[in-house]
């Protein structure tokens, strides 16, 4: 059956296999052109990996960019096999990775660090899928550590950015401006309300981070901050050999063992965040389908899990890359919602949405003038992209918190973190947990900080003020 074919109520076509849900391009979805054009320009994100890469790893252009090339091939697995979402990085765990990968020289012990790391979240995530005991396992995290891990990504990502040496140092009026006008676009209600009312601004509003990389292209130069784009026409060279002979365990040889167990706090860190990140694409993808009962949308966390832990396993090996394979690209996935809300004539599926704008983002990695165009201010780019999740961050990580004794207890793990790493923060968050709470550690305590963890809370609160406001009279 061809996407044409699909009736009213049913999920697009696709081929049946075992737990994925294969769907071709021009077949089982129709292309949307809008999506991919959107995506051409946007690849500019992505390529904002490269400064991490360079400064972490020492690598040169090319040979990041074949990570950045490779990591976008397997996006490209999401919406193929049945995913509906547009993935990314698991962008909080950022920090977290580089602090983590920073406790070795640099050199081949540091690749051999990230190698491990990435291959050890990689296998954890397949197994967690394919036994589907994902969510069991987040569920025995207290809910004290687990807004700890959160705040703590939050925090490294802010101080990243603002720390001696930072890139905040490096272009600090094109990051002033820029992120003031995203915190404006994407976070402010007066913004939400012009939207509504102006098909213009709906429409900027809807490019998530790409108008402020747009703008930082334009005032980066203009402070002095970084040299106007030297446009060059023609196909980006990638360097696979270089990747392969000198940062990948080809080359290298395989990481030592010790390496994969000092490395499981970190881990284990990281993927709370990317747990988080699964519930909000499940999340968004509820609130898509209501909005569209023409397609039925079948998000399934496991399936997600195979995909996201095989991308990253595989690499691992082919390409370590500090940014991880992540499930969700939340800004796009937004985006990508909001349009297909508009209805079948906008975007006929999900599917066409999500896959074509990741069509784009590949296509435009090859194209040596939109490189070159955003590669001055690729600092800039990471810059915001870290100070816009580091917002994100640390607002979800409050809200995992249950009590003020939890916000307390996530506070100091959350500076811990920061300044000593996974394995310290854990260890006080448990020891903080044990001391506090003692036969309730995985149970905790809810108090009256935040309403929506209390059944009934908010009723019972209204009740109160309503009696108070009839005594007053």
């Known amino acids: 059956m061809k996407w044409k074919d699909r009736k009213f109520g049913e999920e697009s076509p696709y081929i049946p296999a075992g737990p994925f849900k294969i769907r071709l391009p021009f077949i089982h979805y129709r292309f949307e052109w809008p999506d991919y054009i959107q995506g051409l320009l946007m690849c500019a994100v992505d390529l904002s990996a490269i400064p991490l890469l360079i400064e972490l790893l020492g690598m040169p252009f090319e040979v990041a960019l074949a990570i950045v090339v490779l990591n976008g091939a397997f996006y490209l697995l999401h919406h193929l096999l ?22 070795f020289p640099e050199g081949p012990e540091r690749v051999h660090a990230l190698i491990a790391f990435q291959m050890t979240l990689g ?104 040299s106007w784009p030297k446009i060059e026409w023609g196909i980006s060279s990638p360097d696979f050999v270089g990747l392969w002979t000198n940062y990948t365990l080809f080359g290298l040889g395989f990481p030592p063992l010790m390496l994969f167990l000092t490395g499981l706090p970190t ?55 500090v940014t991880m394979a992540g499930p969700l690209w939340s800004a796009m996935q937004v985006v990508v919602v909001e349009r297909f809300k508009e209805g079948r004539k906008a975007m006929d599926s999900f599917f066409g949405g999500a896959g074509s704008f990741r069509w784009g983002t590949n296509t435009g990695l090859f194209l040596l003038p939109i490189v070159t165009l955003v590669e001055p201010i690729l600092g800039v780019a990471l810059a915001l992209t870290l100070l816009i999740q580091g917002y994100v961050s640390v607002k979800v990580g409050i809200l995992e918190a249950k009590s003020q004794r939890d916000l307390g207890i996530a506070g100091i793990m959350g500076a811990v973190l920061c300044v000593k790493g996974a394995a310290w923060a854990f260890a006080i968050g448990i020891g903080l947990c044990l001391l506090i709470y003692g036969k309730d550690f995985f149970k905790g305590e809810t108090d009256r900080t935040f309403t929506k963890d209390v059944d009934g809370l908010q009723d019972k609160l209204e009740l109160e003020a309503d009696i108070r406001e009839k005594k007053a009279i």
């Open 82 to 103: 049945g995913d509906p979402a547009v993935p990314g990085w698991i962008t909080p765990a950022i920090p977290l990775i580089m602090l983590y990968c920073m406790q």
């Open 267 to 321: 881990v284990l860190a990281t993927y709370i965040v990317l747990f988080g990140d699964v519930l909000q694409t499940n999340a968004l993808v509820k609130e898509g389908a209501k909005a569209r009962p023409d397609e039925k949308l079948d998000y399934n966390p496991s399936r997600a899990h195979l995909i996201f832990g095989t991308r990253n396993s595989v690499m691992s090996i082919i390409g370590p890359d």
């Open 123 to 226: 296998i954890l995530s397949l197994f967690l899928g394919a036994t589907g005991l994902a969510s069991k396992v987040v569920q025995l995290v207290p809910s004290a550590i687990k807004s700890g891990v959160i705040l703590g990504a939050g925090f490294a990502a802010v101080i990243s950015v603002f720390e001696v040496g930072g890139r905040f140092e490096t272009f600090p009026w094109t990051i002033s401006i820029a992120i003031g006008i995203g915190f404006y676009l994407l976070f402010s209600k007066h913004f939400s309300k012009l939207r509504n009312k102006n098909l213009f601004w709906n429409t900027i509003g809807k490019l998530g981070v790409f108008p402020i990389i747009v703008l930082a292209i334009i005032l980066a130069p203009l402070f002095g901050e970084a």
